[in-house]
């Protein structure tokens, strides 16, 4: 079989890396082996994300961008076929293969273990027919992807839950997903095993609502993720458990527990609140109050008094007054986040805000924008100082910006920089924090020997 170079390139959310290099595992016994750059490709994905506007322009113009590699490649008598995968290939199919006529391919979030069928189709028709799949077909894509995952590095994605049954009234992702899926405990677990054995030392739990997950269980009834991470605790070797993104509705009891019992489960949790006013959590359908989530961040740190928070933001929701932006400044106030994603609201066709009279208008999302992420920007900075001085377990990841450096992370997802020899890459080392900014940390190898993970103060 003759090597075929695969080129994907991956826009969105964490789910889309994942499933980026699940087809890159699917492919790969047809001969396809991914690389970083697109000259020579014969086969090129995008993957795309819907989730906020200008989205399919973008897929448009890097399409126009990809089109003088496709000439180049005909020249020297080759063929180059282009795919368009993800969340803006599930809602823009047909309009896609439409506008543009040099796309062979294309196909939704829940086809990609049928990537072989398609490829062989087109393949078989000597590239003139066109592949269009947006199908959410009944049996999970999960149960037909290779049983291992190719490892890169020692941290690692493992989708356990896909899809969402929430709709929130901006948001795309259940269209775009499908309703709700959980993935067996045991096939979870599989994959975490052969992962490890492969080097991996940290795992996060993946899904568009993954405290949401209720799979089989090892004994025949249904668990929640609390049980599950417990499970997974048992682990020879899996060091750190994370997990994303939770929504505030499916805290439970066994998550909880977790938190406080199980020493790999790190204590930083994404959990999005969206907003800090009643009214508009309400239109945004999110069926919590900005006091039910307060409760929930207290709970938290009451049973892990170190556990850190992120969350994502909308600003500009259609109805929100000065008060209701206030009302967000004063939760961000109170929760003091570790770190967090804002996003002014972004109309999305479909979706039942799109639809409410008052918008609000691009001058005063930016405003408020800019007033948030300087708040959320100080208390970054401020986090990241209150470690200062701090020995802490940092996850030795990946190589440094020079020579003699690497990069790893903190139980709070912190970037660290340190001086280390390359030996110590995937080791977790104790690390002196010495320096911090915004965006990350320095620090200095306390021991040279790895030692196992403590829970910093
Ligand atoms: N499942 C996650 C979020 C998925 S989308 C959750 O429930 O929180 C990631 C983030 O994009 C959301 O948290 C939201 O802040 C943002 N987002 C989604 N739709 C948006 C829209 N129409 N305009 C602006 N931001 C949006
Ligand atoms: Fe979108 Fe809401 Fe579902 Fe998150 S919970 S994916 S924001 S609909
Ligand atoms: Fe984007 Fe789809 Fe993820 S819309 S955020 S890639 S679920």
Redesign the pocket.
């Known amino acids: 079989m003759t090597a075929k170079k695969l080129h994907i390139k991956t826009w969105g959310c964490q789910m889309n890396v994942y499933d980026s290099q699940r087809m890159a595992d699917v492919l790969a016994p047809l001969g396809y082996a991914e690389s970083d750059e697109i000259e020579g490709a014969d086969l090129v994905i995008l993957n795309t994300c819907h989730i906020r506007e200008k989205a399919t322009e973008k897929v448009f113009s890097e399409l126009g961008r990809m089109r003088k590699h496709r000439a180049e490649k005909e020249k020297a008598g080759g063929k180059m076929a282009f795919a368009v995968a993800g969340c803006v290939a599930q809602a823009e199919g047909a309009e896609i293969l439409r506008r543009d006529k040099n796309v062979d391919m294309v196909f939704g979030p829940q086809t990609y273990h049928k990537l072989p069928e398609m490829i062989a189709n087109w393949e078989s028709a000597n590239g003139k027919t066109r592949i269009l799949n947006t199908e959410f077909p009944p049996e999970p894509k999960f149960d037909h992807f290779p049983a291992e995952q190719a490892t890169r590095g020692t941290s690692a994605f493992v989708a356990v839950q896909e899809g969402?049954d929430?709709?929130?009234s901006?948001?795309v992702?259940?269209y775009t997903r499908g309703a709700e899926y959980s993935r067996p405990a045991a096939d979870i677990i599989s994959e975490i095993k052969h992962l490890i054995a492969k080097g991996v030392r940290e795992v996060t739990l993946l899904g568009?609502?993954v405290n949401a997950w209720h799979g089989d269980g090892l004994d025949d009834t249904t668990w929640d993720l609390g049980r599950l991470i417990f499970q997974l605790a048992e682990i020879n070797g899996l060091d750190r458990i994370r997990y994303m993104?939770s929504?505030p509705r499916d805290m439970h009891d066994m998550l909880y527990r977790a938190h406080g019992e199980v020493p790999q489960l790190m204590p930083y949790l994404h959990l999005?609140v969206?907003h800090g006013s009643d009214k508009i959590l309400e239109t945004m359908n999110r069926k919590h109050t900005a006091d039910d989530y307060m409760r929930i961040i207290h709970r938290l740190r009451d049973i892990r008094p170190d556990m850190a928070f992120s969350s994502d933001f909308i600003v500009g929701f259609p109805g929100e007054t000065d008060a209701d932006h206030r009302a967000t400044m004063k939760l961000v106030d109170e929760v003091g986040y570790a770190a967090a994603y804002s996003f002014k609201y972004s109309r999305r066709p479909g979706t039942p805000a799109a639809k409410a009279g008052k918008q609000v208008s691009e001058d005063i999302k930016d405003r408020r924008l800019q007033e948030l992420q300087t708040k959320l920007y100080a208390d970054q900075t401020a986090f990241n100082a209150s470690k200062l001085g701090m020995t802490i377990p940092v996850l030795l990841d990946r190589k440094g910006r020079n020579d003699g450096q690497l990069q790893g992370h903190s139980p709070w997802l912190q970037t660290v920089n340190v001086a280390a020899p390359d030996r110590l890459m995937g080791q977790i080392m104790d690390v002196t924090i010495t320096k911090t900014t915004q965006n990350s940390l320095t620090g200095e190898i306390v021991t040279i020997a790895p030692i196992s993970e403590i829970h910093a103060a």
């Open positions: 969402c929430k709709f929130c901006f948001c992702v259940p568009q609502n993104t929504h999005p969206q």
